[in-house]
């Protein structure tokens, strides 16, 4: 017959006794403290109920195929960075060489740099100084931007990318700048031609539209009254 | 693993099994390691099903799971060349798994137990209708556990890890995972005390004949 465990060492091993997982020698000993020790043997009922409870199958499962895909798009763009990040030896050895060309040593780079700074910051407000304050006859109310700015998934072709901005009803007006991100507004609205009430709400309105769609990995949050609004999380780099 | 006695079988099958699924994800990382995509994608789906069904009942939000499974495996695709094989590939993956979901718990943890606390049934002296509704009831509770003991439970009873494996994962000694699992029964059973209801409860390892698995006969209690 197996020694016996102690009590304390045996209502600790009792989880593993419930999920198989004790090696021969330790389940021997242990079904032996079992036998005769009532409060472990009630505490083992209960660390089968719970192993049975956690896993029974479930009526819901989440199928991966949707999160596969997300996260090869992340090592894909994170792929594109890098190579698009690797310039040719030559072109990185000769823009090296120029920048070295430029730069004069330490402090006295430092130096020439305040003082360039310096008198240009004095330039442009003696110049403001001596300019007439002019104000307008019409104030201009708050509103929201006038572009919103959006980037697409690396995959997807400037064919497609048009097509889904007008499906959206967006038109580019900026970019794509070295990120890959657009500067969009609605077609229907030109600038100043709507209220600024109304284009808001335009405004809205198509980034609701482009966050739904999955193609657009990411959307800026618009500013409101009340905050921001809800959005993805920026393009991963 | 070779064949344990005959008193054994649970374990010897569940061996076996662990055995053979063991040596194939070390042959799918061996793949992955050289950008073998498909492979990477077996092994994915191997684990999204159970991680996701665990990460998933104590965040509660699908989402949060998600993003730990994918930082997981975006490591696992990155990181597949130093597998060693020294450890197995389940405590190896779920090892990182860990880290990112002790993280990700930390900061939606804060939220989750201010609405959790309200959402618990009220306790009766009644059990659990049925095992899908003691599991519900045991999500909850379990959420109100702190990061490391809710982990330890779910990794012990719901992934069948033993404590050895457990410690690899969580990157902490044997005795400190018997601790956690210690204190987390004990709060588990505050929260539903209907688990120590012995009604509720039915010894698997008896059989109806009284005899234990080892085919000797028990004391009658």
Redo the contacts between chains.
Sequence with gaps: MADVLPHEESWQLLPWLANGRLSPSERARLEEHVRGCALCARELAQQQLMCRALTEPERVTYAPGPSFRKLMERIDGHRAARVSAARPATARAAAVRMAAAWRPPGLAWAASFLLVFACGAFAVTAYRWTQPLYATHTTVSASAADVLHIAFVPSLSIGDAGKLLREAGARVVEGPDATGIFGVTPVASAPGAAPAQQASREMRALAARLRADARVRWVEPLATAAGTDAQRQPPHR | MKA??NS?H??TE?GVRVASGTAHEVELIARIAVGD?KAF?EL??LY??RM???L?RLTRR?DV??EV??DT??VV?RKARSFRGDSQPSTWILGIAYRKARNAFRASARLAEKNLEAELPPLTSEGPAS??E??DW?GQALAQLPVEQRLAV?L???L????E?IAAIMGCPVNTV?TR??HA?AK??KLLPQ??T?A??????VAPSGT?V?GEA??E?
């Design positions: 344990d006695s054994d649970g374990v569940l995509r994608e994915y789906n999204h099903r996701a069904r665990f998933t699908y799971a998600e499974i994918n495996f975006w695709w095992t899908e003691l599991r045991l779910e012990c009873y719901e069948g890890h033993s404590c494996e018997k699992l210690f029964r588990l059973q688990l120590a012995p509720a409860a039915v010894p698997a390892t234990a080892g028990l004391p209690r």
